[in-house]
Structure formats: C-alpha cells, structure tokens
C-alpha cells in the first residue's frame, strides 16, 4: 500500500526530537540561507544590469520597482501554498499520520494550478490598469509594462514549485530547497545579458530570463519526487485531490497569504507616499528594498527551520521543545541581523554608486539604509514568531502581526508624520519603525501565552 511505502522510506531528522536546538536549527536554516543568498545575488545583478541599459535613467530601475506590489502579491499566493503544505507535512510526519502525507502532492498542485491561472489571465488583462493604479507614468510606465509582461511565466512557475519546496520544508530536506533556488538563480544570472543587451530586448529581457530560469527550476523541483529521493510521492492520480487537504493547507496558507497580499496594497499607498515627495526617492526606496532583504535573509531561513521543528515535535507530542526552538531561532536571528545591518550601514555609500549615478538618489539610499536596517531587529522577531504560529496550526495571529507591522501601524503612520507633521520621507520611514515595533511586542506576548498553555495542556496543538 502506498501510506505503507511512505511508513517505511520515512527517517527522523537526527536531533529532531531531542538534545540541542542550536545544531538541528542550524543544519534546517544554512542551506535556505545558502539558497536566499544566491537569489539575492540575482536580484543585485538583475538590478546592476537593468540600470547599466542607461546609468542615466532612474526610470528603469524606478519602473521595475513599482510592480514591486504586483510581483509581491503572486509569491504571497504562492508563499502561503508553500507555507500551508509545509506545516501540514511537518505536523502529519509528528504524528505518523502516513494517509494525509499520500494526498498532499497532487491536493496541493491542483490549489496551485487554479491560483497561477488567474493571476496569469488578470495580469495579462488589466496589465496598462494595474501599472496605472501603482502612480507609473511616462517611462516609469512604459518600463512597468515592459517588465510584467514577460515576467508572469515566471510567477506561473512559482505556485506549483512552491507546493513541493513546502513538502521538502516540511519533511527537512532543505538541501533539495537550495538547489532549486540556486539553479533557477544561476541560470538567470547567466541569461540577462544574453536577453537585455545580447538580444537587445531592454527591460523586458530581464524579465524573461527569470520567467525561462524559474521554469527550468521548476523542473528540477520535481526531480527528488521522480527519483524517490524523499518519503512524501506524487502518484499523478486526480483521485488523489482531496477537498479536505486542500482545506488543511489553505487553513495555514490562506491567512498567510492574505496577510502578505494586504502588505502589498500597503506598499502601494507607501509608493505613493514616497513618489509623492520625490520621484527620485521612489528609486531609492526601490532600490533599498532589494538590499534589505540581505538582512532579514538569515531571519526567513530561521523561520523556515522553525516551522519544520516545531511542527514535527509538536505533531510528536513532544511540546517541550516548542518554546526551546522559537528562543534559540530569536537569539540566532538577532545576532545575524545585527550583523547584516553594521555591513550594510558601513558599505551604503559604495554598495550603491554601483546602481545609480543620480546623486540625489544615491543620498536618499544611504540615509534610509543608516536610520532603517538595525530596526529590523523588530521585523526578525516578528517573522520567526509568524513561523512559530504557522508551525503548531494557529495561522490567525500569524496575521494579525503581518497587518499590525504595516497595514494597521506603518501606513496610518506614515500619512501622518508625512503629511501632517510634514517630515517629509523621514516619515516614511518613521512608520514603517514603529510598525514593526508594535508587532514585534504582541508576536512575543501572544506567543509566549499559546506555547505556554499548549506546554500545560490548556490548549491543543492543532493536529491534521
């Protein structure tokens, strides 16, 4: 029988359910680090070659980063998947609950199929509305266009690989995880200046080189699953698409993705506010974008770890551990950010010279990194602690914190200082600061009240 197969090709993760937090958080953590690291290697580069087709015009690099929100809504689609099949299959594997692990491949593909066609047809309507709505004109829009145009394929691509990275996550094997995400990354590296300047196709020539990489990671993807390299199967039997574990997945998911899309139409108004001010404070803030994800990279990998251990220990029973894991991931978590933030603060003035020769550009960059990157302490405790609630199955304050940090907080916030005490973009950035402080308090409060009533048995960790 297949849950039988599944029952005996299944192996615990050494140090999973006993001894050391630290080295089993660490062996989950580096190799998504090591692959979030080569993806923000492209995303450097993609930029480096997006602004080198004119040094000049900070339309180019301004225009790719206003569809910023569109692209964030697609992977908020997709992270959710991700996220919901891989707490479903953390917690199954905790439990043994072999029946729910047989289902979850093709459950969890069709959800992303479905989802990757409508966010396909509605881009490729409404592309001119959608660019409109984000405040591009002139060549900020001509270039928007250009751009998500070619780069939906890639999005396409990204909901079913996103349901299998969930599975590896789930089941511990980071390592295939990495490959994917190096392969796709690597392979774009090598194709923008082929399509940009070879081909002569501009802005959207970056745009199909991550559309072409991202399939071909795809690819690969299933390549583990082909060869039986990991214990959950994809049988390819539309039987097998259960309306009860595509529930399971979109319980964690949905509100995950929900959270990160109302992110999106937060940063939508915050564009607005910023171009507002200035259009070439629009392309910094673009451009800073890009480079803070290389200080909370190491934050998203801990809170990948987490959701994998905490998930498998709780499913185990074993609930002493959840606490355990979700102070180590914090005080790992602090020490990288710490880290990343005093490189970036110290190499600002070089690292973006690099991108621009628009000196007004260059000092809103320099000045946003100096006042921002170490108060992403905040948003790091926030995100392992969204993790952790993902991990034990109570996805509602996992949402509250995300809408607390920008929705409810940052962008009130920032209309505010910007246009009544009128700080200019310092009250841009001053609302983006004190939500994630606010966040960060009620993830570490709300936290600590579940993991200590679900240790005591006063509530129960949601099993599948």
Same mark, same amino acid.
């Given at each position: 029988?297949?849950?039988? /197969?599944?029952?005996?090709?299944?192996?615990?993760?050494? *140090?999973?359910?006993? *001894?050391?937090?630290?080295?089993?958080?660490?062996?989950?953590?580096?190799?998504?680090?090591?692959?979030?690291?080569?993806?923000?290697?492209?995303?450097?580069?993609?930029?480096?070659?997006?602004? =080198?087709?004119?040094?000049?015009?900070?339309?180019?690099?301004?225009?790719?980063?206003?569809?910023?929100?569109?692209?964030?809504?697609?992977?908020?689609?997709?992270?959710?998947?991700?996220? *919901?099949?891989?707490?479903?299959?953390?917690?199954?594997?905790?439990?043994?609950?072999?029946?729910?692990?047989?289902?979850?491949?093709?459950s969890g593909m069709a959800v992303a199929l479905f989802f990757s066609l409508i966010i396909a047809v509605a881009s490729y309507a409404f592309d001119e509305q959608i660019v409109s709505l984000l405040g591009a004109t002139g060549s900020y829009a001509d270039n928007a266009l250009a751009y998500i145009r070619f780069v939906i394929p890639a999005a396409v691509s990204a909901?079913?690989?996103?349901?299998?990275?969930?599975?590896?996550? *789930? /089941?511990?094997?980071?390592?295939y995880i990495m490959n994917v995400m190096i392969i796709g990354t690597v392979l774009n590296i090598i194709l923008d200046p082929v399509f940009i300047f070879l081909l002569g196709w501009g802005v959207a020539g970056a745009a199909a080189a991550t559309s072409v990489a991202q399939t071909i990671g795809l690819l690969?993807?299933?390549?583990?699953?082909?060869?039986?390299?990991?214990?959950?199967?994809?049988?390819?039997?539309?039987?097998?698409?259960?309306?009860?574990?595509?529930?399971?997945?979109?319980?964690?998911?949905?509100?995950?993705?929900?959270?990160?899309?109302?992110?999106?139409?937060?940063?939508?108004?915050l564009n607005r506010i910023v171009v507002d001010i200035d259009p070439l404070a629009l392309?910094?803030?673009?451009?800073?974008?890009?480079?803070?994800?290389?200080?909370?990279?190491?934050?998203?990998?801990?809170?990948?770890?987490?959701?994998?251990?905490?998930?498998?220990?709780?499913?185990?029973?074993?609930?002493?551990r959840l606490g355990k894991t979700w102070l180590t991931a914090v005080a790992a978590g602090a020490v990288s950010v710490t880290v990343m933030a005093t490189v970036m603060v110290v190499l600002a003035p070089w690292i973006y010279r690099f991108f621009t020769d628009i000196p007004e550009v260059i000092h809103y960059a320099v000045l946003q990194t100096?006042?921002? /990157?170490?108060?992403?302490?905040?948003a790091m405790v926030a995100i392992i602690g969204r993790s952790a609630f993902q991990a034990v199955g109570y996805p509602l304050p996992a949402l509250v914190v995300i809408l607390l940090r920008l929705v409810l907080i940052a962008v009130p916030a920032a209309y505010f200082f910007v246009y009544i005490l009128d700080l200019g973009v310092y009250g841009v950035w001053y609302g983006l600061i004190a939500g994630g402080f606010v966040?960060?308090?009620?993830?570490?409060?709300?936290? =600590?009240?579940?993991?200590?009533?679900?240790?005591?048995?006063?509530? /129960?960790?949601?099993?599948?």
């Open positions: 029988m297949e849950e039988k /197969e599944i029952a005996k090709g299944f192996k615990d993760i050494p *140090g999973m359910f006993e *001894g050391p937090v630290l080295p089993v958080l660490i062996r989950l953590a580096v190799p998504m680090l090591a692959g979030m690291v080569v993806q923000l290697l492209y995303n450097i580069t993609d930029t480096i070659f997006i602004s =080198r087709i004119d040094m000049s015009d900070p339309s180019l690099v301004g225009g790719v980063g206003i569809i910023f929100p569109v692209m964030f809504l697609a992977m908020a689609l997709a992270g959710g998947l991700m996220t *919901g099949t891989s707490s479903l299959v953390a917690r199954a594997i905790g439990e043994k609950n072999y029946a729910v692990l047989d289902l979850v491949s093709e909901f079913i690989a996103h349901v299998l990275l969930g599975i590896l996550q *789930g /089941e511990g094997q980071m390592k690969y993807a299933f390549y583990p699953f082909v060869k039986r390299k990991v214990s959950v199967r994809i049988h390819w039997k539309a039987g097998n698409i259960r309306p009860s574990v595509i529930g399971k997945i979109l319980s964690i998911g949905f509100p995950q993705s929900l959270g990160m899309m109302l992110m999106s139409v937060s940063f939508l108004f392309t910094a803030f673009s451009l800073c974008g890009r480079f803070d994800q290389a200080v909370l990279m190491p934050s998203f990998a801990l809170g990948s770890a987490v959701i994998t251990i905490m998930g498998q220990n709780g499913g185990r029973g074993n609930y002493g100096r006042i921002m /990157e170490y108060t992403f302490v905040m966040s960060m308090v009620v993830s570490v409060l709300w936290l =600590r009240r579940i993991l200590g009533q679900i240790t005591s048995g006063k509530r /129960e960790f949601r099993r599948v």
